[in-house]
């Protein structure tokens, strides 16, 4: 049964950073590539960033390139997500998923399968 659980959201004041953490579990992590979106309320899911099964592709939204840093470690089966100088802007929930089988994702959502539950970011002003 595949899961993928986000950790690591919260509460922090603008130009702060956080964490974000999505554990997977399953077969074969590094089969997979994962993405990271967000969705604010009242608006539709966004793309904010991927990473290919090796970790040596990545990919960024153009609103978060240079903030935002995402990394794996498939001994762990964990992808993270590093938000640097956050903004009020960067408020929502965001999502981990698991990318189709073998291949790198980006912004297309059908490009995944599964998802995780979200975790909740608030940045304040």
């Known amino acids: 049964q595949v899961q993928l659980v986000e950790s690591g959201g919260g509460l922090v004041q603008a130009g702060?950073?956080?964490r974000l953490s999505c554990a997977y579990s399953g077969r074969a992590f590094t089969w997979y590539a994962v993405g990271w979106f967000r969705q604010a309320?009242?608006?539709?899911?966004e793309f904010v960033a991927?990473?290919?099964?090796?970790?040596?592709?990545?990919?960024?939204?153009?609103s978060v390139k240079g903030r935002f840093t995402i990394s794996r470690d498939n001994a762990k089966d964990t992808v993270y997500l590093q938000m640097n100088t956050l903004k009020p802007e960067d408020t929502a929930v965001y999502y981990?998923?698991?990318?189709?089988q073998f291949r790198?994702?980006?912004p297309a959502v059908n490009e995944y399968d599964y998802w995780g539950q979200g975790t909740q970011v608030t940045v304040s002003s």
């Open 16 to 18: 702060g950073s956080l």
């Open 41 to 45: 309320p009242g608006r539709e899911r």
């Open 50 to 62: 991927s990473i290919s099964g090796s970790g040596h592709d990545t990919r960024y939204a153009d």
């Open 96 to 100: 981990c998923a698991r990318g189709l």
């Open 104 to 106: 790198m994702v980006g």
